[in-house]
């Protein structure tokens, strides 16, 4: 259960590179990573060995206004073990906070390169803004976004 609770801090610990401003951050990513974090899933496997983690079936990680779903999520770590390196997640993968929507049929976060890859029907939505794409690549340090596979984009103009 330690490990467990360990594990799912990590998680959310991290997101908070997600803001570097409060115009451009993704929901309150920033806010909730000091709130406590519940997980459900029909099923965890941990591997300390491997430094692996597999959460499978209706997997639900909720920390204050944030929510992830999947039906499959792996967390693996740096060969000491001492971070989380990658975060994949897929099967219907959504991520909400504080109204941002992410959104995509797999979506795996490298932690070390700031980098979030949506994969499959992606889509990221703030505030009436939308991006669709097959694939969407996510800086989560300086924000930029390359999109790919028939993009569209519905863009509403601030109100004065």
Not at 40 to 46: H, S, V
């Amino acid at each position: 259960m330690i490990l467990l609770r360990a594990i799912l801090v990590l998680i959310f610990s991290t997101t908070h590179v997600f803001a570097q401003d409060e115009a451009g951050q993704f929901g309150s990513l920033a806010k909730d990573s000091r709130q406590p974090i519940e997980a459900q899933a029909d099923k965890m496997e941990i591997d300390e060995a491997t430094g692996l983690v597999q959460m499978s079936g209706q997997v639900e990680i909720v920390q204050g206004l944030t929510t992830l779903t999947a039906e499959f999520v792996r967390l693996e770590y740096t060969e000491d073990q001492s971070e989380i390196k990658t975060i994949y997640a897929a099967g219907s993968v959504y991520l909400e906070s504080s109204g941002d929507v992410a959104k995509g049929d797999e979506a795996t976060y490298k932690l070390a390169e700031n980098m979030i890859y949506l994969n499959g029907n992606a889509m990221l939505k703030q505030s009436e803004n939308t991006l669709n794409a097959a694939k969407i690549e996510l800086n989560t340090e300086t924000g930029s976004a390359v999109m790919t596979g028939r993009v569209s984009t519905t863009l509403m103009p601030r109100g004065d």
